[in-house]
């Protein structure tokens, strides 16, 4: 099974102020048509899981363009170019080259 | 707008069984690939399975640590997705969430993604 590995796990952050998380993958999840099959989901507090970057680099509907994704192979990275308050929550990467589907651990990401 | 309602969730005792279901609505149920992901109290997401749509082959698959002794299934008839769950451990308890999978880009490579998601039901395997 394919290992996904996030860091930090939590990561104070002050509104207006950038962060970053990172996801490393234990196998390239970069398939050979070019995309890479890593997405990105928040869950805000008390919600349900929702999707936000979708191979790799691509925003789901909705999502703010303050939001990007970036990387390829095993090393992948979801930037936050402006932190709003409405941005806690924990974040996930999860790949989705092969089943069994496997999530990072999670980053909580709370104001300072 | 896609609605996915989960039901089913209860007390059980462990090596006991349980059957989950996911009313769907807002999409077509008969195309849809569905998913179920749960989350053990204040830990992080669990992939459970997956199921795809009959057009797909209707096949399946799981987790590891579910494996051989939960399955999935639907009722296209009632737009209804099911997780049969069975010799329940305690740590199978959790919040079970229903998934509809789509393919945001790249169709038919890999997996799809999790795009909508249910409110979750929870399940507590404790004697």
């Known amino acids: 099974d394919i290992v996904m590995t996030q860091s930090p796990l939590s990561l104070p952050v002050t509104p207006g102020e950038p962060a970053s998380i990172s996801c490393k993958s234990t196998?390239?999840?970069?398939?050979?048509?070019?995309?890479?099959?890593l997405d990105w989901y928040l869950q805000k507090p008390g919600q349900s899981p929702q999707l936000l970057i979708y191979?790799?680099?691509n925003r789901a509907s909705g999502v703010p363009d303050r939001f990007s994704g970036s990387g390829s192979g095993t090393d992948f990275t979801l930037k936050i170019s402006r932190v709003e308050t409405e941005d806690v929550g924990i974040y996930y990467c999860m790949q989705g080259l092969q089943t069994p589907r496997t999530f990072g651990q999670g980053t909580k990401v709370e104001i300072k | 707008e896609v609605q996915l309602v989960e039901s089913g969730g209860d007390l059980v005792k462990p090596g006991g069984s349980l059957r989950l279901s996911c009313g769907v609505s807002g999409m077509n149920f008969i195309a849809a690939w569905m998913s179920w992901v749960r989350q053990a109290p204040g830990k992080g997401l669990e992939w459970v399975g997956r199921i795809k749509s009959k057009g797909s082959g209707g096949t399946t698959d799981y987790g590891a640590p579910v494996k051989g002794r939960f399955t999935i299934s639907r009722d296209d008839s009632k737009n209804t997705l099911y997780l049969q769950m069975d010799s329940l451990k305690t740590e199978d308890t959790g919040l079970y969430y229903c998934?509809?999978?789509?393919?945001?880009?790249?169709?038919?490579?890999?997996?799809?993604?999790?795009?909508?998601w249910g409110q979750g039901t929870l399940v507590t395997v404790s004697s």
């Open positions: 196998q390239s999840l970069l398939h050979s048509n070019g995309n890479n099959f």
């Open positions: 191979l790799g680099s």
């Open positions: 998934t509809h999978l789509i393919y945001a880009g790249a169709y038919g490579v890999g997996e799809p993604q999790l795009a909508s």
